[in-house]
């Protein structure tokens, strides 16, 4: 009993010591400063309105050219599929998409250091009330927006504690 005891303790500390917080030292942390460092280029279009505010309140936005070391390029891609045909040819459904694909370039040397894309979509119920429609399209925009900007910091802090780490 002890030695099984044993073996699963030491099973739990060896699989516990690869794991680091990813924001250790608070606000003065590696990652922190990093996403500090990253300033947000403008976005076109509604949905980049809205998906700028939320990665800006997010990461910070280094405006000024002496704190910024990145800069953060976004293109948005927002779609309304219809689905769900009635008998009268009406949507009774709509799937809303929003993709990213974003590049976060190192300022100092003009090259790309990180590729990546995001997305998320909601569904939106299609009622008789034109104006709850756009409404409800509206809604999930800003729910969509608001999924992008966390998954794209959260990529970057990624990017952040590995650069640390292998530096």
Partial sequence: ??????????????????????????????????????????????????????????????????????????????????????????????RRTLRARYRLVEISRGTVVLDATAGSDAGIDVVSSEYATVAAEQTALERLAEAIADQIAARLGLFASRTARSQ
Avoid: H, K
């Fill in 1 to 94: 009993m002890t030695r099984a005891l044993l073996i699963a303790a030491s099973a739990l500390y060896i699989s516990g010591c690869a794991l680091r917080p990813l924001y250790s030292g608070g606000s003065s942390g590696v990652v922190a400063t990093t996403l500090r460092a990253v300033q947000v280029a403008p976005i076109d279009g509604q949905s980049g309105w809205l998906v700028r505010n939320e990665l800006v309140e997010r990461l910070g936005n280094a405006s000024d050219a002496g704190t910024a070391r990145f800069r953060l390029e976004v293109e948005l891609d927002d779609d309304i599929t219809s689905f769900g045909i009635r008998g009268d040819r009406a949507a009774t459904r709509e």
